[in-house]
């Protein structure tokens, strides 16, 4: 079946870059997602992609695809405290109810 | 709007008792599933619903009942809860197919199971 696999922790200073990285296994991916969830709340969804993109911009968030290598990334520029969270990844190949997510990625921003 | 409203926030189980945890959302969505979320891997989608009188399964569904019977409400029913229950439960909703359509997550019930 799809496999979403991220790196369980990233940690960086506060106004640093971060970038957090996704790999996913289905090649007929249509729809990629970042997903944000701070503690004691539910995901809340940052921004996505089409497939047929390399990049999306928004605000300090740039997604990049690498569609060959099915890999996706999430930049955010100038990360603050208030980023720390867990980001997870999520693809969407088609078919019913087929959103398959990552593992996620605890942010940590140090001040 | 309250969104995707789950109850209760935490809840502590013994070994076959049962429970409901309910779920609501005022967007008149279609679409509700239910997923939960275990240490290190993502979330999984237990059973779902694409309208009023209409569920189906999802990857883990065992040990979970589901009802849809107004598109308001979804709830969750433990039918004999056991220690590999426990985990945070989401629920979430979207206007369409999720996917093409953005879904929309509840804040979680912690559930602990002894």
């Known amino acids: 079946g799809e496999d979403v696999e991220q790196s369980l922790f990233l940690s960086v200073r506060e106004g640093d870059s971060s970038v957090i990285n996704c790999t996913y296994t289905?090649?007929?991916?249509?729809?990629l997602y970042w997903y944000k969830q701070e503690p004691g709340a539910g995901l809340q969804l940052l921004t996505y992609?089409?497939?047929?993109?390399d990049m999306k911009q928004d605000q300090r968030l740039t997604v990049l695809l690498n569609k060959k290598d099915k890999h996706l990334s999430l930049r955010i520029a100038d990360t603050q405290t208030g980023d720390s969270a867990i980001y997870f990844c999520?693809?969407?190949?088609?078919?019913?109810?087929?959103?398959?997510f990552g593992t996620g990625t605890k942010l940590q921003v140090i001040p | 709007n309250a969104g995707v409203t789950q109850t209760p926030k935490f809840q502590v189980l013994k070994t076959g008792q049962s429970m409901t945890l309910q779920c609501a959302q005022d967007?008149?969505?279609?679409?509700m599933s239910w997923y939960r979320q275990d240490p290190g891997m993502g979330l999984r989608l237990i059973h779902y619903?694409?309208?009023?009188?209409?569920?189906d399964q999802g990857e883990v569904p065992n040990g979970y009942n589901v009802s849809r019977s107004t598109t308001e409400d979804f709830p969750l029913r433990l039918l004999s809860a056991a220690p590999s229950q426990t985990s945070v439960y989401f629920c979430?909703?979207?206007?369409?197919?999720?996917?093409?359509?953005?879904?929309?997550f509840g804040p979680g019930t912690r559930l602990l199971v002894l």
């Open positions: 979430a909703s979207s206007l369409g197919q999720p996917g093409p359509e953005t879904q929309y």
């Open positions: 289905d090649s007929s991916s249509t729809y």
């Open positions: 992609i089409f497939s047929n993109m």
């Open positions: 999520a693809e969407y190949s088609g078919g019913y109810q087929k959103v398959t």
């Open positions: 967007m008149n969505h279609e679409y």
């Open positions: 619903s694409v309208g009023a009188g209409i569920t």
